[in-house]
């Protein structure tokens, strides 16, 4: 026969052909006699069918009744035909197809689709296992991934009849996980009792921080029996302490003594504290040579199989690889339960338990690790009409407890119970589909693709992301999972540390021992996740969050945004734009579309890169070893230090690296930005600083200032100040160690004396901005006196303003020659960099259009949602339930004070730009040092809804004047636990939006218009501040403030010096009112409850009520056009969009 290779050799999937047919004469197995003699095509013609039999296209798509069709120009694989020989379903995607066998749900096959076909690939499926003879490999491939892909000859001796001796196990997880180097020569020496020579190594430190900042890990392998014992580090520091427990047990539990210890040469084995233990216990310490791991094989060669079994177990299952501890205590787990050829094919748990009471192995039927897991909830923490299980990820086995390890992303809680369902077709950790460029390429065998049933919501998730859940119930489960089963006989050899966390970055394990970068020793000092048990069995592990990039590409599916504090390699980008149906709850529908390029990608930027949580990440990186770099530069062309050695009785304070990312007006990356900050909080009062105190912007003067220049029109820009603490002269003596990264360029016992302030010194802000002071007052500016950062300088109807906010600086005014000036006299005096027309100061965006100036805090939202883990849950209509009647309850539940403070200390900053949650984050800032489970839950509520108005903030429109107007309102006795008032004020400048506060009155109002009128002596107090700035600035008042009251008891006691027994006790503030208005700085004019417009900061008002107040305050998300970024014909661009 001769083959025709002109023709495309291709499989093509062919949903009209009814058989499956070649022209390829070799494809076909035992040539017979066709069924038929010719075939018809599309067009009408017919072909000659030549021969017939079996085609084996792959090891899972075997065919039978094929056809040999010489004329045809490609292979065609026909879906009827397949679907049901081989029992099938065919899932199509826009890039892919995948075959998926019906009964087991495995994917038999793949297709790929180019220029409008799916051609067939003819790799097998990743972790696919063939056998030989053509045996069943389901059950086969079940068991592989369920022991953790041990090797075939261990699979064979344990199930003779799915793996035979002439066969083999063809995985591509285990090559991608165990391909190594050629063996060392065994050794022909062993010890023939337990526990008389015990091997050791120490792993790490890992790419990827585990737990509570474990990095590392240290193996005790006895040489007679091979049983593995495997403990976790923060550092290397903590080898002896853990040689030193490891010894203590097998004293207790094995009644013997370690004779002889044989490590590398390393120095965590080779120093003082071990050498003194080992000659008071009488151990032989051996040591290998240097650069001789072969004389440690044993534990060398099981670091070695510990890790590709780990790898294995992560690949597959796609856990966040921070969850390395559990894939390394599993593997050791099932290793001492797995049979081994230096045993003569014995478990080395069935080895040891013949001379020692333990348990017997695998007590636990073996579960595929990372699978889905459903954990039972008892009866007391569960509703009526509430879920009965939670869904979890199984990660390993229990210790002390006789059950299996469950984590729930959702609650951060591990579980350790019996009571449990598994889903071992269904990893918890599915792939997701990710928006593709054009130029793109699709793995379809990247995805586990599952048939959900009509009822089922999902949600396409991120590899930390927590699938949706059906309940609504966030309320954390602390159930007590075991059972009777747990008794003190279950003491198994593995010991690890109950710690998890999520933190994704790249896995690259070294599977040769132990490989230590010096530096590397110490854990990161913060952002390390936390572990706590809640009960014996219940862990609660703090979440290690992640910042997920969005990209300003366009993708078809809305993706959740998990935790922030993941740094690392950036992961894909996802676009912010478009919504699909499998997010129930989507995030502000806000409409990006008309969005010119440059906006969009400034909104899309702010959110897209992730900074390095510790020295050595950083310096991994191109780009931050160069800003890194940078910043050693400026700080030696500064003259920041000098070198010297430390005095006696001086302690140096330490540093540390800080990262941050520099946008361009447009958003794109202007530059990575790397600082090294002193430790500061280690300095002593009188000894290395004295006086700290420095002024600070603040905000209400910069929104009075945004007011001003949405109505006259004027620029504002943004300056920034390069290393401006570097400016400042230090008075007093200070020493700081060598900086991290670059200790090489220091002797021993050389440390810095700094000469110039430094970021992170208490002293800093105060040298620096006296600095800055002296220099504006030589250039003819006032310092003012309603705000110390805000510097004037008037020349006639001319102003110039600039406020400034430690090295960031906002400069706006009518007189550009004099700003022009200014600004060439700054760049000469310091190293400054201008960041053109402002766009983002102090966390807050700043968007202007023809309209006005637009600011919200959309990216702090996000972030803050991300944080809380509640980026998926259902939206609120407001920030609080009306007559919530929170207060004080004897005998609460108590909700973690820590987690519920740092919660409500982001809320209060994200209140600057959003005082629609003013008064509900003034009620749950009141329960700080003892928050119980209802205040949490009200706080849970401000974030869901924040959830459904991340893009919200406050339009500064141009109103053509600049008067004030004030609002003020109480709400009499609406604290339950105390009966004190509530107060708040808006001020209005232009007609826009200015300060607000609302705050719990400090003594008990007798009567309505008492507590009323309370309020407006803090409302007057806030209008004349405003006043001054304006005068300062250049605008004198000219009418009186108008202060809208809705009490009009309390105004005619302001008004009439009447009814002096319900005054004599406020007699201070009805003069400072009464003084004001007869000199007609005031009026207070009688308005409506229901136009009152500061009744939001007073209660939780109903959502009609709450809405219509936020219109007439200008708070929401406008849709205005952006100034000078709208192409001709364009209609509008949204501002304030968001995911």
Avoid at 100 to 122: A, C, M, N, S
Avoid at 934 to 947: F, G, N, P
Avoid at 1016 to 1033: D, F, H, N, P, S
């Amino acid at each position: 026969m001769e083959i025709n290779h002109s023709k495309n050799s291709a499989w093509i999937f062919d949903s009209g052909a009814t058989d499956t047919m070649t022209f390829e004469p070799l494809d076909i197995r035992s040539m017979t006699r066709p069924q038929k003699s010719q075939i018809h095509t599309a067009n009408n013609g017919t072909m000659q069918v030549k021969g017939g039999g079996v085609i084996e296209i792959s090891s899972t798509m075997k065919l039978s009744n094929c056809l040999y069709v010489p004329s045809l120009s490609h292979k065609l694989l026909s879906i009827s035909h397949i679907t049901k020989e081989l029992n099938c379903t065919v899932l199509m995607h826009p890039t892919f197809c995948l075959l998926q066998d019906i009964r087991t749900g495995v994917i038999i096959g793949r297709g790929t689709e180019r220029q409008g076909l799916y051609y067939v690939d003819e790799v097998a499926h990743q972790g696919t296992v063939m056998l030989a003879h053509g045996t069943d490999n389901r059950d086969a491939w079940l068991w592989h991934r369920r022991l953790g892909h041990p090797s075939h000859g261990y699979s064979h001796l344990l199930f003779p009849k799915l793996f035979p001796s002439n066969g083999k196990i063809d995985c591509e997880t285990c090559l991608r996980a165990k391909s190594h180097r050629h063996p060392f020569k065994p050794s022909n020496t062993k010890v023939a009792s337990p526990f008389s020579l015990i091997h050791s190594d120490v792993w790490g430190p890992a790419p990827v921080i585990g737990g509570q900042g474990l990095r590392y890990f240290i193996l005790f392998v006895d040489d007679c029996t091979r049983m593995t014992w495997v403990y976790f580090l923060k550092t290397k520091a903590e080898v002896f302490e853990k040689f030193v427990t490891f010894y203590a047990m097998i004293q207790t539990q094995f009644q013997t003594q370690i004779q002889i210890l044989r490590s590398d040469n390393g120095g965590e084995f080779v120093n003082t504290s071990m050498k003194q233990f080992f000659q008071t216990k009488g151990l032989i310490h051996q040591t290998s040579c240097a650069h001789t791991p072969e004389q440690n094989g044993v534990s060398e060669r099981k670091n070695r199989i510990i890790l590709e079994m780990t790898r294995a177990l992560l690949i597959e299952s796609q856990v966040p690889k921070s969850f390395w501890p559990e894939a390394v205590a599993t593997s050791v787990y099932l290793l001492n339960r797995l049979p081994t050829k230096v045993l003569k094919f014995k478990t080395p748990l069935d080895c040891l338990s013949k001379s020692a009471n333990i348990p017997h192995p695998l007590t636990l039927e073996p579960r595929i690790f990372g699978c889905t897991a459903f954990v039972h909830i008892p009866k007391v923490n569960r509703n009526k009409l509430g879920p009965c299980a939670e869904k979890c990820v199984f990660v390993g086995y229990g210790i002390d407890q006789i059950g299996y390890r469950c984590y729930n992303p959702k609650t951060r809680q591990m579980f350790t119970t019996m009571n449990v369902d598994f889903l071992e077709t269904k990893y918890f950790y599915e792939p997701q589909l990710s928006g593709q460029g054009e130029n793109e390429c699709i793995d379809p065998l990247s995805w586990l693709i599952q048939l959900p049933s009509s009822e089922e919501v999902t949600t396409t998730e991120l590899p930390h992301s927590t699938p949706n859940q059906s309940s609504s119930n966030t309320t954390t489960q602390s159930a007590d999972h075991s059972t009777t089963e747990n008794s003190p006989s279950n003491m198994i050899p593995e010991v690890r540390n109950n710690e998890s966390s999520e933190f994704t970055m790249p896995c690259d394990f070294e599977t040769t021992g132990e490989h230590t970068d010096p530096t590397t020793t110490e854990p990161t000092e913060h952002g390390e996740p936390n572990v706590e048990h809640v009960e014996p069995v219940v862990e609660e592990v703090e979440p290690v969050t992640e910042h997920v990039e969005l990209g300003a590409a366009e993708t078809t599916g809305r993706y959740p945004l998990p935790p922030r504090e993941n740094r690392g390699v950036p992961p894909k980008r996802y676009s912010p734009e478009k919504v699909t149906p499998r997010s129930r709850y989507p995030v502000a529908n806000i409409a990006t579309g008309n969005l010119s390029k440059e906006a969009k990608a400034y909104t899309a930027a702010l959110c897209s890169e992730q900074m390095p949580s510790t020295t050595q990440e950083a310096l991994s990186s191109e780009e931050w070893k160069k800003a890194m770099e940078t910043e050693m530069e400026a700080l030696k062309k500064n003259n920041t230090w000098e070198k010297c050695t430390l005095p006696p009785g001086k302690k140096p304070v330490g540093c540390r690296w800080v990262f941050s990312v520099k946008h361009r007006p447009d958003g794109t990356i202007e530059r990575y930005k790397a600082r090294l900050v002193a430790k500061g909080y280690t300095q002593t009062y009188g000894i290395d600083y004295s006086e700290t105190f420095s002024p600070i912007a603040k905000i209400d003067t910069i929104r009075v200032l945004f007011s001003i220049a949405a109505n006259k029109g004027w620029p504002l820009h943004q300056f920034d100040v390069k290393n401006a603490f570097l400016h400042g002269e230090l008075n007093e003596e200070v020493y700081m160690d060598a900086p991290p990264g670059f200790n090489e360029n220091f002797k021993a016992g050389e440390t810095c004396r700094l000469k110039k302030s430094l970021y992170g010194l208490k002293q800093s802000p105060r040298a620096w901005f006296g600095r800055f002071t002296l220099a504006m007052k030589k250039y003819g500016f006032k310092q003012s006196n309603s705000d110390h950062t805000l510097f004037l300088k008037r020349r006639g109807s001319l102003v110039t303003c600039l406020i400034i906010y430690v090295d960031d600086m906002i400069l706006t005014g009518n007189d550009e020659e004099e700003m022009s000036m200014l600004r060439d006299k700054l760049f000469s005096e310091f190293e400054m960099k201008d960041l053109g027309r402002l766009k983002y100061f102090l966390g807050i965006e700043v968007l202007r259009s023809k309209q006005g100036i637009f600011i919200c805090q959309r990216k702090y939202v996000l972030d803050l949602l991300a944080e809380t883990g509640m980026i998926e849950c259902r939206p609120a209509d407001t920030p609080m339930m009306v007559n919530h009647g929170l207060h004080m309850e004897d005998g609460a539940d108590l909700a973690d004070k820590e987690r519920y403070q740092r919660m409500v200390g982001k809320l209060v900053y994200l209140s600057h730009t959003r005082p629609d949650i003013a008064y509900a984050v003034g009620v749950v800032s009141q329960f700080m040092h003892q928050p119980q489970a209802s205040h949490m839950e009200a706080v849970l509520r401000i974030i869901r809804y924040l959830k459904g108005t991340a893009g919200h903030g406050i339009l500064f429109k141009s109103n053509g004047h600049l008067e004030i107007q004030a609002y003020t309102d109480a709400d009499w006795a609406g604290d339950k636990g105390t009966r004190r008032s509530t107060s708040g004020y808006f001020t209005m400048v232009g007609g826009n939006l200015v300060t607000w506060r609302s705050k719990k009155q400090k003594v008990v109002a007798l009567s309505s218009a008492e507590a009323e009128f309370r309020g407006v002596a803090r409302g007057l107090a806030e209008v004349l501040w405003v006043r001054k700035l304006l005068t300062e600035i250049g605008f004198l008042p000219t009418t009186a403030t108008k202060i809208m009251c809705d009490n009009k008891a309390a105004i005619q006691i302001s008004e009439n010096p009447v009814q002096h027994d319900r005054t004599k006790h406020v007699e201070v503030d009805r003069h400072f009112i009464k003084e004001k208005l007869e000199e007609g700085i005031i009026e207070l004019p009688y308005v409506a409850s229901k136009d009152q417009l500061a009744d939001i900061l007073t209660k939780a008002v109903n959502g009609n009520s709450f809405s219509s107040c936020l219109s007439k305050l200008g708070i929401g998300d406008p849709t205005t056009q952006l100034e000078g970024e709208c192409r001709k014909g364009e209609k509008i661009d949204c501002i304030g969009a968001c995911v």
